[in-house]
């Protein structure tokens, strides 16, 4: 396991500074590219690829992602795929061009494919039907007939979270989320909601006053707790979007005086580096993001050099790592 001091010297900053940024310290003045460098050193400790041969082959691939970095800092889950993702190309030996917004078809007709990560709106995917070139989808998929996906399975991630709270004795479960928001403002609804109050519903279990929906950042994760634990019902457990919401809750509980887990336990979302060094360590789906990265990689080359007629989608499971954050409820 990488520790603090590691990913300090492989980004070339000060051990405070990591422990800072991985915590999501809102006090702390340093540059977007610092936190970003950080959290891309956090990320590649995370797993080993084992060294293959590169190719000799030069090849370029276009990739083209539906967010800001902005974005990508405060939700790192995002970040962990492309750094997996640019890692396993530059081991083939393939150049990476960043796609643009409105790229012109031109600049993509020496690309032997493309990646693209995120969420879209219909005319990004027209487009990308427009270049003709093997496209696969990474978090999405758009057009299981026309494009390779990687995605997910969002439904079994969450089932496992929520069954884990309820045999801990826990039925006073409530949701802390957010929107999907794509780079136009395009919002959609997290697919781990829907699966939260359907399942919650079958087991006669859901509270609609339990579910708060903000944004996917630690700031959100704190108003919404503590806007959750003000009414007189108060869930016992909760289950967050992501790792960085429940940043936000632990430091609103802090604030309460409500204790983790003893008091309301906290399950997460993404398995970010920083969950670990949380105290309590973070109990939290984890998402094999490394993987996703390496297998649209695999997915494209093996489409392009086969010519394959068919499209393929790609679900990679989860599990859940737990920790110290979730605990037995006593009744």
């Known amino acids: 396991m990488a520790t603090i001091k590691d990913i300090a010297e492989l980004a070339n900053v000060s051990i405070a500074t990591v422990s800072r940024v991985l915590n999501y310290d809102e006090t702390l003045s340093v540059t977007p590219e610092t936190r970003q460098r950080i959290f891309e050193a956090a990320e ?10 590169k190719s000799k082959t030069k090849m370029k691939v276009g990739l083209y992602y539906s967010y800001s970095l902005e974005e990508e800092l405060v ?21 990476i061009q960043k796609l643009l917004r409105d790229e012109a078809k031109k600049n993509v007709e020496k690309m032997m494919g493309i990646i693209c990560l995120g969420t879209f709106k ?27 996906s990687v995605v997910i399975d969002f439904n079994s991630a969450t089932r496992k979270a929520l069954d884990y709270l309820i045999e801990l004795g826990h039925q006073q479960i409530g949701f802390i989320g957010g929107t999907e928001t794509d780079m136009y403002g395009n919002r959609f609804k997290d697919l781990r909601q829907d699966v939260f109050e359907t399942y919650l519903q079958e087991k006669g ?19 919404l707790l503590r806007e ?5 019902n108060r869930p016992t457990a909760i289950f967050v979007g992501n790792d960085t919401i ?16 003893e008091e309301l336990s906290i399950v997460g979302f993404n398995d970010i580096s920083s969950a670990q060094y949380m105290v309590p ?3 939290t789906v984890k998402l094999y993001t490394e993987i996703m990265g390496e297998t649209a990689v695999d997915l494209l080359l093996e489409r392009i050099n086969s010519k394959r007629p068919v499209c393929k989608k790609v679900v990679i499971n989860t599990n859940l790592i737990i920790r110290e954050s979730a605990a037995k409820r006593e009744v």
Do not use: Q, W
Not at 44 to 50: A, T
Not at 122 to 141: H, L, Q
């Open 205 to 223: 279990l859901f509270n609609e006053e339990f579910v708060k929906i903000g944004g996917y950042n630690p700031t959100e994760g704190y108003v």
């Open 75 to 95: 939700d790192t889950y995002y970040l962990s795929i492309r750094v997996a993702l640019e890692k396993k190309l530059r081991e083939k030996g393939i150049e």
């Open 44 to 53: 590649e400790l995370e797993y080993v690829i084992s060294p293959k041969k």
């Open 228 to 232: 959750m634990l003000s009414g007189e």
């Open 246 to 261: 429940a940043i936000g809750c632990y430091k609103a509980a802090h604030e309460l005086g409500v204790s983790i887990p």
């Open 122 to 148: 219909k005319e990004d995917i027209e487009r990308f039907k427009g270049y003709d070139k093997p496209c696969v989808f990474v978090d999405s998929n758009p057009d299981g007939s026309h494009f390779d």
């Open 281 to 283: 360590p973070l109990t």
